[in-house]
């Protein structure tokens, strides 16, 4: 059974930036896909970046050119650096991977715990 682990959510204020990280248990950061999602208060969960095995990535429209994905296969971990944060990025980040997933939640197998990030205004 994979194991993900975010982590790096927390307390910040509009305009600043975060890394989060999700660490796996299982060599299959180079494999897989990995992505992010996050789910606001109140909301559906939504999908937020995927990064391939051939590195391929993309973004929801809402983060791109704010948002980067990137994992270090060597430490088994992919990353969510997030910049120009805006109170509406508030929310339970989760990172999940999946062997040949891309948008859909429904197609990726496991799942993290969820890191929360709080955007102030």
């Known amino acids: 059974q994979v194991q993900l682990v975010e982590s790096g959510g927390g307390l910040v204020q509009a305009g600043g930036s975060l890394r989060l990280s999700c660490a796996a248990s299982?060599?299959?950061?180079?494999?897989?896909?990995m992505g992010w999602f996050r789910q606001a208060p109140g909301k559906e969960r939504e999908f937020v970046a995927f990064i391939t095995w051939s590195s391929r990535t993309d973004y929801a429209a809402s983060v791109k050119g704010r948002f980067t994905i990137s994992r270090d296969n060597a430490k088994n971990t992919v990353y969510l650096q997030m910049n120009s944060l805006e109170p509406e990025d508030t929310a339970v980040y989760y990172c999940?991977?999946?062997?040949?997933?891309?948008?859909?939640?429904?197609?990726?197998?496991?799942w993290g715990q969820g890191t929360q990030v709080t955007v102030s205004s």
């Open positions: 999940a991977s999946s062997e040949a997933g891309r948008w859909r939640e429904s197609e990726y197998d496991y």
């Open positions: 299982e060599r299959i950061v180079s494999i897989y896909t």
